[in-house]
């Protein structure tokens, strides 16, 4: 087996490097011992992809070279593109997909860290403090008390890896947790789950709403202004998904009317905010910059770990957890 990783030109926090790569082939000796090469330059690239059978990357570098690029053309032995990303929405549509080449995503490296993430949010809006920091920005003391979670009411929508974090730690903090996702399956850390249909009839008993599903067709302007009036007054709100699943002028709005009472969001439309942009200064609004699920200490040991996990699946000939239907968009 032929495997290229190609990292992005620059890129000092995030390489995959040689030594990582042979300490994942250490935890899998399964697998082997494949071929690799490691470039992060048009030469390199050039140089391994007409022979590489695999090419772990970036979502960016998938872009520019396939989406873009045209590279499909320079790759005919090519069997699978696995990228660094959970969310592979910025290749959508899949269209440029290779006939035969089958798409892994990274779904599963970010559950941890979101989870925690997920905890400090909602944490944060129970004691108020997107509203404290308002008010400290303005010299203003004003006072509010808060209640425990215990017993307090989520609702997740998306419950994979990130949702799926969010509501394990959720119930451990003994909230009720309502689970939202594209079936009713139900899912062992919500306490009930509905299909997306039905979130109109879930929203008014969510004091608190966590955004955690991928974007899709199907998801974007999902949190729109007719259902955020359906929340209960003084709801709170995280987004750990994409900006582009909820409107971002509808929730200002609440917040500055007072019907929302904070909200957390670690994404935006656009990324980066540029100064001047509202979201900066909405009241009861912390804005993370899109670094909520990614720790630098673990993230390519995870990620090489579920590359291992889906190549030996695949050789098993078993179907790839990670693969990305590009029906769905995810």
Request: hydrophobic share 45%; proline share 8%.
């Amino acid at each position: 087996m032929r495997i290229h990783i190609q990292n992005p030109p620059g890129e000092s926090l995030f390489p995959v490097t040689r030594a990582q790569w042979d300490a994942a082939l250490a935890r899998c000796p399964a697998l082997g011992a494949p071929d690799v090469s490691f470039a992060d330059d048009d030469a390199g690239f050039a140089a391994a992809i007409g022979e590489a059978e695999v090419l772990l990357t970036w979502t960016k570098v998938v872009r520019a070279r396939f989406v873009d690029g045209g590279a499909a053309a320079m790759a005919p032995r090519l069997k699978v593109i696995a990228c660094t990303s959970a969310g592979l929405d910025r290749l959508a549509p899949f269209d440029w997909l290779p006939e035969g080449v089958l798409l892994l995503n990274n779904r599963g490296t970010h559950s941890a860290k979101a989870g925690e993430f997920a905890l400090m949010a909602l944490l944060m809006l129970a004691t108020h403090m997107p509203r404290f920091a308002t008010a400290q920005r303005a010299e203003r003391w004003a006072p509010r008390f808060a209640s425990l979670l215990a017993g307090r009411t989520v609702c997740v929508v998306g419950l994979g890896s990130l949702g799926g974090a969010a509501a394990r730690q959720a119930r451990a903090f003994g909230m009720q947790v309502i689970g939202i996702r594209s079936s009713a399956t139900p899912h062992p850390d919500c306490d009930e789950v509905h299909a997306t249909e039905a979130l109109d009839q879930v929203l008014p008993r969510a004091e608190f709403l966590l955004l955690a599903c991928p974007l899709t067709p199907a998801t974007r302007g999902l949190l729109d202004r007719r259902r955020i009036g359906l929340l209960p007054p003084g709801a709170k709100l995280v987004n750990m998904a994409r900006g582009a699943v909820w409107d971002q002028d509808a929730v200002c709005d609440a917040l500055q009317a007072g019907a929302l009472d904070g909200a957390v969001t670690d994404v935006a439309v656009p990324e980066p905010l540029p100064p001047g942009h509202r979201l900066w200064s909405t009241p009861g609004l912390v804005v993370v910059p899109h670094v909520s699920s990614d720790d630098p200490a673990t993230y390519n040991d995870r990620t090489l770990d579920i590359l291992f996990h889906n190549l030996l699946e695949l050789r098993a000939g078993r179907p790839a957890p990670n693969r990305v239907e590009p029906s769905r968009g995810y």
